[in-house]
């Protein structure tokens, strides 16, 4: 991973920016893309998961094929991702390979239908604004 897209997507994630509302980028172009992640719109970007009960998770897939996961309550996570084609992806979790469809892209919005065991869970994100900031969890 290059140096400045890791200390990007580090600086997303923790909410350091100067730069008020506006969408999460890196500043790597098309052609530092690695082969089998060039997909415009999706890559060097921070999305933060738009459902679910836990807020803050978000994926940030980078053109260097590293795919880095975090959230506001777990530790982050780092695994080589790639397209598998025009429409689907895959990622590695632990040994196992994960296949996502790309249901939707825009420049607003992702929407995955991510394989699990038999079936399809649908996973929606939106592109992320800086600064953010996890919101408080409660404390049980």
Not at 30 to 38: F, M
Not at 41 to 50: I, M, S, Y
Not at 69 to 82: A, G, I, K, N, V
Request: aromatic residues 8%; negative net charge.
């Amino acid at each position: 991973m290059t140096s400045k897209a890791a200390l990007f997507a580090l600086l997303a994630m923790w909410g350091v920016s100067s730069t008020a509302c506006l969408p999460a980028f890196a500043g790597e172009s098309a052609l530092e893309t690695a082969s089998g992640t060039s997909r415009p719109g999706l890559v060097d970007r921070v999305w933060t998961k738009a459902d679910g009960d836990l807020p803050g998770a978000m994926k940030i897939f980078l053109s260097d094929g590293t795919l880095v996961q975090d959230s506001c309550w777990e530790t982050h996570r780092l695994s080589p991702w790639e397209l598998t084609s025009d429409t689907a992806l895959k990622w590695n979790e632990d040994g196992m390979d994960i296949a996502a469809n790309i249901v939707s892209l825009s420049d607003a919005e992702l929407v995955l239908s991510v394989k699990v065991g038999g079936g399809a869970v649908e996973e929606r994100y939106v592109a992320a604004t800086v600064p953010y900031v996890c919101p408080d969890m409660p404390k049980g």
